[in-house]
């Protein structure tokens, strides 16, 4: 397998998942301002979400130009991260309609620290591959530092939920600040 | 990443986009003209938005043959604008059912207009990558004064919904005409 | 446009309609043979559709392999017709669970003589193409006398479900067979 | 037809299948943990099932790589387990919402069995393009053997779920360990 097949295939898959989540978005059934706030929540886990999801594109999608080959090891990894992707859809619907719930937002922050985790053990195969290349393997153990952190909060966000819902989304408010703004230079000078 | 790989992404979730609406187009419960003529509505409601978003497909494909680098902030102005697209089956599907009422009107228009904003901005960087290009700058500054115009038109709708949803509706009409017409002959000499 | 993003974006566009399709099947409500029998109207229905819209997909690309240069009048043919197939699924949902009545069948044969008409007019604009070429035209006339005669017979089931669904069936059988059994040896010689 | 495009075309689909499972699991109805320990059925039956369309689609593309032609059997044979693996969102769900009946069981056994049966005959056709190369046609039919032997154990699993659903759940799980462990060896060796 080519790493072109793998990129494409999780760029399909990315795709149907950040636009199939605007199915939950279920429309109020009343058309009156009252009913559509009511809807708010659902919105604003859908928007963060969408955030979520395009970071971690992107961020896959560096990844996926380091790779020397497509191990089994690393084409399995990817399907295992593409898997807990795939719940995201799941948990924001989840969250949007119960936002007060202890429960959903500890599954959020469950999933998205899941995702963490499926992006380290992508990234301990890319680590592996670059054995030889010193500055390669330095550039992805700054990223693996800052990715166990930020997969740490996501897994602090489960009991936290417990003590104060709102603790847990200012976790999840964070997290994609602190990749949405360093990304943008790294972007700026990878091409 | 390259100009095909941030088009490819793009087309990914615009074809997702486009073709996820018509699930929202729930088969009437019962088998007879009366229940058919029902879902009217909702199909010209569909019909409008495939065109709306079959226009935006093509004037995003040929923006995007005029990026020189995928800078961050092309990518972010991209993301931001697949965002209020993915919003259009939502918009869609509560104007469909509630056509009457001036709020799913307004948020149909108040949604467009964010997308017509998303190309405004992305528009933008565009200019900025063809500062040497003197003939591109003008090309691009007279396509974004076209879309500031139709944005504000989209912007116009919110409020006039709430005067006569009719009046919103025939902005929602007239804006694609307004495209579709000379999209035609750019398509025929850009290739 | 080159002709390769023109077949990406419709490929993607049909990919997803011959697969969402699925979620218009909906698990019977109780886990008992005599209910799962329920479902074998949507699923013979589904499963009629899924053979459309390969054979639509096969002929699709093959046409697509003629084209010279994307004018917009192909780009709006080919988006008129990807309109009527994204219909498709609402109708095959609307078939398969109102197999009895004759508005069902008769909507499905209304869509799919709007993509015969949709194929018919791409087409058109195909034989524009290959003006030069005399033996493309003469292949595209012949393949253009057996569409209108199939595109006939989708008229017909139209008014025909009125007299009995079972004619309008009949034709819904006749035309896969009509396309399927001879596009096996175009696909042999074409490649 | 070039195998590009069929392969392209199936990833389009396959990466739509594996991602619109995720709508099937639905939010449990009240934000408690044991209406979420509820879902769990689902979300184990959601699991299982990706893997295995993982499994497939990996397998799918090492048996694209050594087609020859596209020729129309290969077209529809693929076109045909293409069918049957779009039916897996259905069973995958009407089995973790009935997990305790017989038939859903018997329904997924029978789906996957058909899955497999598809596999069977598009691997029939690349032996007859390998007829020259022995050393191929010696690696299909060692792979074919695997393949009748999983084919034979689904479709055992359809009478043994009225004898015990739970044998045809170790059936399940046993096939996809089967293909994933060796699977292992052949990606790290094939690339």
């Known amino acids: 397998m080519t790493t072109n097949r793998l990129e494409a295939f999780s760029d399909g898959v990315i795709a149907v998942i950040i ?15 009252s009913a559509a706030l009511k809807i708010v929540p659902s919105f604003i886990s859908y928007g963060l979400s969408f955030l979520v999801v395009a970071i971690m594109w992107v961020n896959h999608h560096h990844m996926i130009h380091t790779v020397h080959k497509v191990t089994a090891r690393l084409l399995w990894s990817n399907l295992n991260l593409l898997f807990w992707m795939s719940l995201i859809p799941f948990v924001t619907d989840f969250m949007g309609r ?17 995702c963490a985790a499926g992006f380290y053990f992508l990234r301990i195969e890319l680590v592996r591959q670059s054995g030889q290349d010193l500055a390669m393997v330095d550039y992805h153990q700054s990223v693996q530092r800052k990715n166990a952190f930020s997969g740490a909060l996501y897994l ?11 603790a847990s989304f200012a976790i999840f408010i964070v997290i994609p600040a602190m990749y949405f703004l360093p990304e943008k230079k790294l972007a700026d000078t990878s091409q």
């Not at 602090?156 to 709102?166: D, E, G, I, R, T």
């Open 156 to 166: 602090l966000s489960v009991p936290l939920a417990y003590v104060s819902v709102y």
């Open 98 to 114: 119960n936002y007060r719930e202890p429960i959903s937002a500890a599954l959020y922050g469950l999933d998205l620290f899941l």
């Open 19 to 33: 636009t199939i989540m605007v199915l939950e978005l279920r429309a109020p059934s009343q058309a009156t301002l």
